[in-house]
């Protein structure tokens, strides 16, 4: 089975905090993603990457960054956390596609809730 | 732009019958539409997928129907059971090589005993 963790589940930061998420996957995927997930607004994509050292932005890149050093790992930065950014994370995980079988099915993480105070 | 978007935010059904969930989607180019399952405290799950090639697909106790002429994706769930009480995102690829799926905003389904 694909597996997906975050390093952690429940976080409480205070503003202007570091804020580092971290997000390790076991199946080789290429595709890595970090979403928020609020109420009433559903799963936002922050930022994505698709191979070693690559990265793109998402829907809502502002006030985060991320890394890709490893395959396997993704992580995502917050420099300097505000409350606005108080919110579930979840980091997920998808095979490249480049034959007409793969279809782009996302495998998440349990995700990580921050509060920041 | 692309969205999805759900018709209902919340179902509530008695345990035994069938639910129904309804998702909309803008973007005429998605190929590959998923609905996941989110629980309580945990990250989303993968139910079903299907293709734009298809109008049907059949799992356990599971079917998506897909219209291409509204735009309109459906989940239907036989003989709910209290287990199936979660949030349902609905979820489409618009293609491109890295994809990058665009969820819709979640229907809460309540299972009631």
């Known amino acids: 089975d694909v597996k997906v963790t975050q390093s952690s589940r429940y976080l409480v930061k205070r503003t202007g905090e570091k804020v580092f998420l971290e997000c390790v996957q076991d199946?080789?995927?290429?595709?890595m993603f970090w979403y928020r997930q609020d109420p009433g607004l559903g799963l936002r994509l922050i930022y994505f990457?698709?191979?070693?050292?690559?990265?793109e932005k998402g829907d809502i890149p502002e006030g985060y960054s991320v890394s890709r050093e490893k395959k396997e790992r993704f992580s995502l930065i917050l420099e300097s956390a505000s409350t606005n950014q108080t919110s579930m994370y979840l980091c997920?995980?998808?095979?490249?596609?480049?034959?007409?079988?793969?279809?782009?099915?996302?495998?998440f993480g349990e995700g990580s809730r921050l509060t920041v105070l | 732009g692309e969205s999805v978007g759900l018709h209902l935010p919340t179902l509530s059904v008695q345990e035994g019958d069938n639910s129904i969930i309804n998702c909309a989607y803008s973007?005429?180019?998605?190929?590959?539409f998923i609905w996941y399952k989110q629980e309580s405290g945990k990250g989303p799950q993968f139910i079903i997928d299907?293709?734009?090639?298809?109008d049907k697909r059949q799992g356990q106790r599971v079917t998506v129907l897909l219209n291409k002429t509204v735009k309109h994706l459906s989940l239907q769930i036989a003989a709910t059971q209290p287990g199936d009480s979660a949030v349902y995102f609905c979820?489409?690829?618009?293609?491109?090589?890295?994809?990058?799926?665009?969820f819709g905003k979640g229907t809460l389904l309540t299972v009631n005993p």
């Open positions: 979820a489409e690829n618009s293609g491109g090589s890295n994809y990058k799926l665009t």
């Open positions: 199946m080789d995927h290429e595709n």
């Open positions: 997920a995980s998808s095979a490249f596609g480049t034959s007409g079988k793969y279809t782009g099915e996302l495998f």
């Open positions: 990457s698709y191979d070693v050292k690559m990265k």
């Open positions: 299907i293709r734009s090639n298809m």
């Open positions: 973007n005429s180019a998605s190929d590959y």
